[in-house]
């Protein structure tokens, strides 16, 4: 499966390209005068890359544009929630009958209550009713399996106040139920050191969603998901069973959070 670029950031970036074009210079040339590397700017005008405001800031200055010539794109783009990369994996979302979810270092996105989703998105409202509406696969009529891990750093990493932190803990507590597992890996015994992902179970297939530092990416390759379920299964290894890691959570609100 692939994961098709925003719209809006691909007409950013042909943007770019038909005026560094019209000026005369390669991409070696303006990727020196921006301070990038010459990969960088490949992947913003190809459109898989998508930019700080600062850095589109600079490509418009660096071309002698004037004020607003990509600034303007870029706002279109910031407005776009979700974001256009995103947007394959809703469709896969909810259409999923059950999930393998792992997050090292926050709680996952489908049992975040409102306040902890706000801090964590930096108060963007729109970004919240939408990881809001997601969440309401869980409660439809044949709601998925969802099968959630989470790094003990978790319960540590504070988002929010102390308060937040709390009724998102003692939330994630009370949604556990047969069709909603949430377990604890200690840190020290977690075998996977990398970002978060989930699997989704869509017309007996599975489909993967990977973070990255950039984006995150959807994926049905036979490969990536293989791997994927081997680190799933390697995670689950050293988990902590559902009453202990509910035991565990309660405790970390007592010590911590309280």
């Known amino acids: 499966m692939g994961n098709p670029p925003s719209p809006i950031l691909l007409k950013l970036g042909a943007a770019i390209r038909r005026y560094r074009q019209a000026g005369g210079l390669t991409q070696a040339q303006l990727a020196q005068r921006v301070t990038y590397s010459e990969g960088w700017l490949s992947n913003l005008e190809t459109g898989q890359l998508r930019p700080r405001r600062e850095a589109v800031g600079s490509v418009e200055k660096a071309l002698g544009l004037p004020g607003g010539a990509l600034m303007d794109l870029y706002d279109l783009l910031m407005e776009e929630t979700p974001p256009g990369w995103f947007r394959p994996w809703l469709e896969e979302e909810r259409a999923a009958t059950a999930f393998r979810s792992f997050e090292p270092m926050v709680v996952t996105g489908f049992l975040q209550q409102e306040e902890y989703a706000r801090a964590l998105l930096n108060g963007d409202e729109a970004a919240v009713a939408a990881r809001l509406e997601r969440q309401e696969i869980l409660t439809r009529e044949k709601p998925p399996t969802l099968r959630c ?61 990977v973070e990255t530092a950039v984006r995150g990416v959807v994926t049905s390759n036979r490969e990536d998901i293989s791997v994927l379920s081997h680190t799933w299964e390697s995670i689950r290894t050293f988990t902590m069973s559902q009453q ?15």
């Open 244 to 258: 202990e890691s509910v035991e565990f959570i309660k405790r970390v609100v007592a010590e911590r959070w309280t």
């Open 149 to 209: 891990v989470i790094d003990e750093m978790a319960l540590y990493r504070q988002v929010g106040d102390a308060g937040v932190m709390r009724a998102q803990l003692e939330y994630l507590v009370s949604r556990v139920s047969p069709l909603i597992t949430v377990q604890v890996v200690p840190a020290a015994v977690n075998p996977h050191r990398g970002g978060g992902f989930t699997l989704a179970t869509v017309d007996g297939g599975e489909v993967a969603y």
